[in-house]
């Protein structure tokens, strides 16, 4: 059967510039797969999206125009029903054979099989493969359906329709224009309240002609690009941004590069036709103003790409992706030199006007700057934060002092003017206002850095000060919420907690802090006074829900599930985890893992049970040994326990684990020849002694049952 390429457009207004790259890639893909579910798209066929500020639109190639028939099975009903004593069809039979789109004369092709415990009938036919134009219909119709709309519109018809301006659609922008084309012929398909054609609409101002006529589907975007002055392809334009953006850098100067921002680049992808990147500058004297500040709102606000030097400082040009390209630039360079100059104005004011007031001076106006309903204002926090600090600093041996008043200033730059004008620089403007107050570059950074982590792969906060208010200000917005009972549910976690538990995580892991967190989180909540209703509950919640995260932490740090979970059972100190974890990975690998692993388990349930009548004392007496097992146990047990521990205590885990595998044999012989819940008590209690050693000296490193299958 032969195949031709097929083209869906969907002609529309400006669509939301930061949605677009997901509504092409769902409209591309959801038509695709409808297609192929349908069996009017080739096995080899190769869809290409197209998504531009105007367009959403589809290229497939190898499409049929007719399906290929399917054989189908329909099951009727058991034969004791179908057919009655002589063989004949019965009434119920004809109706369900009507219902399928047979009658009477199929009777005698239907098949007999077993269905269960009865005998069932059963009709061999063929379904029609569906026509182009029907299943393109129901491609589109659900293609438009599971758009990743972020806010519906609501707009009216204009014409064809039965009420004119009265009859209304709902759709991400005002549709204006469908074309449809299975090769150079149009598909009968319809969208929106409009038909399909072939007639389409280039650049607003640059297109060579209006309306542009789509010849062939694979024309498509050649004929756009030619006629219309529109690069189609949602990748191709932004390779060509980016692309024009290195050129323009290196034309501006030397060693000079734009800034690098994924999301800028595909807003401003979403934004342009066209792109036609042009170098404008601003003002030295604005570089007097923290650079974050200037570039900040040159992304934010102008969707523009500063340039950076060499060493990564802002420099007084900045490049700008036009849609238009004029013979002569240089009206859009000094429109747009015009439109930034009053943003970077704002924030040198802003800048000027905020240095006027030290941090300090701000700190009693927290009081009046409500936090949460249930816990109080940004002052009451401030405090808690500070006695948290403190806390955690007693536990780690850093000054104490400094990490008070670094706690105590680091939410004074929410009251300022930059941070208000721009909430992404709290913290950031927190430490020059830090520098500008003649205070030391510790406390600076520990302002600045008290958010971070921030998002997976952030850097982590500097020195010891900012870790331990970073530490700080974390765990107060964990109990404060976990206390009144605010904890994520399902995908919702609206004050961002798992972000918050996995940045303590990575703090205590990667700079390997011996921090006793249940000591710390009992520290926290005890600064809440009476407003948690019952901290020793929420607290349990919490540190469940941190040790969860640490699972999932150390799983996408590339280690399985059961040796993650293996190390987090021994609740190791927090910088031994990864060392634990290459030593179970190490041990996992050795013949003799498995038996261990399953002999560990067993141990740990013969000391759950007797544990339960009372503790296991873990002493042996040798005088009590009586089977010729357990005195080789014991005797392997002197000899390998003391080597483990000595590699344990040296720092060597995986020596340590590599070690105790010695003990395989004699384990194996125990169980086998050793009956331990013995009638004789002395001889019950001292087996379970053994066992108790044993179980302490073999889950040191890493709980080793958590690896038995």
């Not at 189609?232 to 334009?237: D, I, L, P, T, V």
């Not at 721009?422 to 406390?443: C, K, N, T, W």
């Not at 969860?548 to 150390?554: D, K, M, Q, S």
């Given at each position: 059967?032969?195949?031709?390429?097929?083209?869906?457009?969907?002609?529309?207004?400006?669509?939301?510039?930061?949605?677009?790259?997901?509504?092409?890639?769902?409209?591309?893909?959801?038509?695709?797969?409808?297609?192929?579910?349908?069996?009017?798209?080739?096995?080899?066929?190769?869809?290409?999206?197209?998504?531009?500020?105007?367009?959403?639109?589809?290229?497939?190639?190898?499409?049929?125009?007719?399906?290929?028939?399917?054989?189908?099975?329909?099951?009727?009903?058991?034969?004791?029903?179908?057919?009655?004593?002589?063989?004949?069809?019965?009434?119920?039979?004809?109706?369900?054979?009507?219902?399928?789109?047979?009658?009477?004369?199929?009777?005698?092709?239907?098949?007999?099989?077993?269905?269960?415990?009865?005998?069932?009938?059963?009709?061999?036919?063929?379904?029609?493969?569906?026509?182009?134009?029907?299943?393109?219909?129901?491609?589109?119709?659900?293609?438009?359906?599971?758009?990743?709309?972020?806010?519906?519109?609501?707009?009216?018809?204009?014409?064809?329709?039965?009420?004119?301006?009265?009859?209304?659609?709902?759709?991400?922008?005002?549709?204006?224009?469908?074309?449809?084309?299975?090769?150079?012929?149009?598909?009968?398909?319809?969208?929106?309240?409009?038909?399909?054609?072939?007639?389409?609409?280039?650049?607003?101002?640059?297109?060579?002609?209006?309306?542009?006529?789509?010849?062939?589907?694979?024309?498509?975007?050649?004929?756009?690009?030619?006629?219309?002055?529109?690069?189609?392809?949602?990748?191709?334009?932004?390779?060509?941004?980016?692309?024009?953006?290195?050129?323009?850098?290196?034309?501006?100067?030397?060693?000079?590069?734009?800034?690098?921002?994924?999301?800028?680049?595909?807003?401003?992808?979403?934004?342009?036709?066209?792109?036609?990147?042009?170098?404008?500058?601003?003002?030295?004297?604005?570089?007097?103003?923290?650079?974050?500040?200037?570039?900040?709102?040159?992304?934010?606000?102008?969707?523009?790409?500063?340039?950076?030097?060499?060493?990564?400082?802002?420099?007084?040009?900045?490049?700008?992706?036009?849609?238009?390209?004029?013979?002569?630039?240089?009206?859009?360079?000094?429109?747009?030199?015009?439109?930034?100059?009053?943003?970077?104005?704002?924030?040198?004011?802003?800048?000027?006007?905020?240095?006027?007031?030290?941090?300090?001076?701000?700190?009693?106006?927290?009081?009046?700057?409500?936090?949460?309903?249930?816990?109080?204002?940004?002052?009451?926090?401030?405090?808690?934060?500070?006695?948290?600090?403190?806390?955690?600093?007693?536990?780690?041996?850093?000054?104490?002092?400094?990490?008070?008043?670094?706690?105590?200033?680091?939410?004074?730059?929410?009251?300022?003017?930059?941070?208000?004008?721009?909430?992404?620089?709290?913290?950031?403007?927190?430490?020059?206002?830090?520098?500008?107050?003649?205070?030391?570059?510790?406390?600076?950074?520990?302002?600045?850095?008290?958010?971070?982590?921030?998002?997976?792969?952030?850097?982590?906060?500097?020195?010891?000060?900012?870790?331990?208010?970073?530490?700080?200000?974390?765990?107060?917005?964990?109990?404060?919420?976990?206390?009144?009972?605010?904890?994520?549910?399902?995908?919702?976690?609206?004050?961002?907690?798992?972000?918050?538990?996995?940045?303590?995580?990575?703090?205590?892991?990667?700079?390997?802090?011996?921090?006793?967190?249940?000591?710390?989180?009992?520290?926290?909540?005890?600064?809440?006074?009476?407003?948690l209703p019952d901290a020793a509950k929420s607290n349990a919640q919490l540190l469940a829900f941190v040790y969860e995260r640490v699972a999932g932490y150390l799983r996408e740090g590339g280690y399985g599930a059961q040796e993650a979970d293996a190390v987090i059972a021994?609740?190791?100190?927090?910088?031994?985890?990864?060392?634990?974890?290459?030593?179970?990975?190490?041990?996992?690998?050795?013949?003799?893992?498995?038996?261990?692993?399953?002999?560990?388990?067993?141990?740990?349930?013969?000391?759950?049970?007797?544990?339960?009548?009372?503790?296991?004392d873990p002493h042996v007496s040798e005088v009590l040994l009586q089977e010729p097992a357990e005195q080789a146990l014991h005797a392997a047990m002197r000899q390998v326990v003391p080597q483990a521990n000595a590699r344990f205590d040296a720092g060597d885990y995986t020596g340590a684990l590599q070690t105790l595998a010695a003990l395989r044999a004699p384990v194996d012989a125990f169980f086998d020849g050793v009956m331990v819940n013995a009638e004789a008590t002395d001889l019950?209690?001292?087996?379970?002694?053994?066992?108790?050693?044993?179980?302490?000296?073999?889950?040191?490193?890493?709980?080793?049952?958590?690896?038995?299958?």
């Amino acid at each position: 059967m032969s195949t031709q390429s097929l083209l869906v457009e969907l002609f529309v207004e400006e669509l939301p510039p930061k949605a677009l790259k997901k509504l092409g890639e769902s409209f591309a893909g959801t038509l695709f797969e409808q297609l192929k579910a349908q069996g009017l798209a080739a096995a080899d066929a190769q869809i290409t999206p197209f998504a531009s500020p105007r367009r959403l639109a589809a290229h497939v190639s190898g499409v049929v125009a007719q399906a290929a028939d399917k054989p189908v099975r329909h099951k009727l009903m058991p034969v004791s029903v179908g057919l009655d004593a002589a063989g004949n069809a019965t009434p119920a039979l004809l109706k369900k054979l009507q219902a399928v789109g047979a009658d009477a004369s199929a009777v005698p092709r239907l098949k007999r099989a077993p269905d269960g415990k009865a005998e069932a009938l059963f009709l061999d036919a063929l379904v029609p493969g569906a026509a182009l134009a029907d299943g393109l219909q129901k491609a589109l119709h659900e293609a438009i359906a599971k758009l990743p709309i972020p806010k519906v519109m609501t707009y009216q018809l204009e014409q064809g329709t039965p009420l004119p301006g009265w009859d209304s659609v709902q759709f991400v922008r005002p549709a204006h224009g469908l074309v449809a084309l299975h090769g150079a012929d149009v598909v009968p398909a319809t969208a929106l309240g409009l038909a399909a054609g072939r007639a389409t609409h280039g650049h607003r101002f640059e297109a060579q002609a209006d309306p542009i006529e789509i010849p062939h589907a694979d024309r498509y975007a050649d004929v756009l690009r030619a006629q219309g002055a529109v690069i189609a392809s949602f990748a191709e334009r932004r390779a060509a941004i980016e692309s024009q953006l290195n050129q323009a850098a290196a034309q501006a100067g030397q060693a000079l590069a734009a800034i690098k921002d994924e999301a800028l680049l595909d807003e401003v992808t979403a934004l342009v036709e066209r792109p036609n990147v042009l170098v404008c500058a601003f003002e030295p004297e604005f570089l007097h103003v923290p650079q974050e500040c200037l570039i900040l709102t040159m992304k934010a606000n102008q969707k523009y790409f500063p340039l950076l030097d060499a060493q990564g400082r802002l420099t007084h040009r900045f490049l700008v992706v036009s849609n238009i390209s004029p013979q002569d630039a240089s009206a859009v360079i000094g429109g747009n030199e015009r439109v930034v100059r009053p943003r970077l104005a704002d924030a040198k004011f802003f800048f000027d006007q905020d240095r006027k007031k030290t941090l300090e001076s701000r700190v009693p106006q927290l009081a009046k700057v409500v936090y949460h309903n249930k816990l109080g204002t940004q002052g009451e926090r401030v405090e808690r934060v500070r006695a948290i600090a403190k806390a955690i600093a007693g536990q780690l041996g850093v000054d104490a002092a400094r990490v008070e008043q670094a706690a105590l200033l680091a939410k004074a730059d929410l009251l300022t003017d930059m941070v208000g004008e721009f909430p992404e620089l709290q913290g950031v403007m927190g430490g020059y206002y830090a520098r500008h107050d003649g205070l030391s570059e510790d406390i600076a950074f520990a302002i600045e850095d008290h958010y971070k982590p921030r998002f997976a792969g952030d850097e982590l906060p500097r020195g010891q000060v900012g870790v331990v208010v970073a530490l700080a200000d974390k765990l107060e917005t964990l109990v404060g919420l976990f206390g009144i009972g605010s904890l994520p549910t399902g995908d919702k976690d609206p004050f961002a907690l798992r972000r918050h538990a996995l940045g303590v995580i990575r703090m205590l892991v990667e700079k390997a802090l011996p921090l006793d967190l249940p000591t710390v989180v009992a520290q926290a909540a005890q600064t809440f006074g009476a407003l948690l209703p019952d901290a020793a509950k929420s607290n349990a919640q919490l540190l469940a829900f941190v040790y969860e995260r640490v699972a999932g932490y150390l799983r996408e740090g590339g280690y399985g599930a059961q040796e993650a979970d293996a190390v987090i059972a021994a609740r190791p100190m927090w910088g031994e985890m990864p060392k634990a974890l290459q030593a179970v990975r190490a041990f996992a690998e050795l013949p003799e893992a498995p038996a261990l692993a399953a002999a560990n388990k067993r141990i740990g349930n013969i000391l759950k049970k007797a544990e339960a009548e009372g503790p296991v004392d873990p002493h042996v007496s040798e005088v009590l040994l009586q089977e010729p097992a357990e005195q080789a146990l014991h005797a392997a047990m002197r000899q390998v326990v003391p080597q483990a521990n000595a590699r344990f205590d040296a720092g060597d885990y995986t020596g340590a684990l590599q070690t105790l595998a010695a003990l395989r044999a004699p384990v194996d012989a125990f169980f086998d020849g050793v009956m331990v819940n013995a009638e004789a008590t002395d001889l019950r209690l001292n087996r379970l002694g053994l066992l108790k050693t044993l179980h302490q000296a073999m889950n040191r490193v890493a709980d080793l049952s958590r690896l038995a299958q």
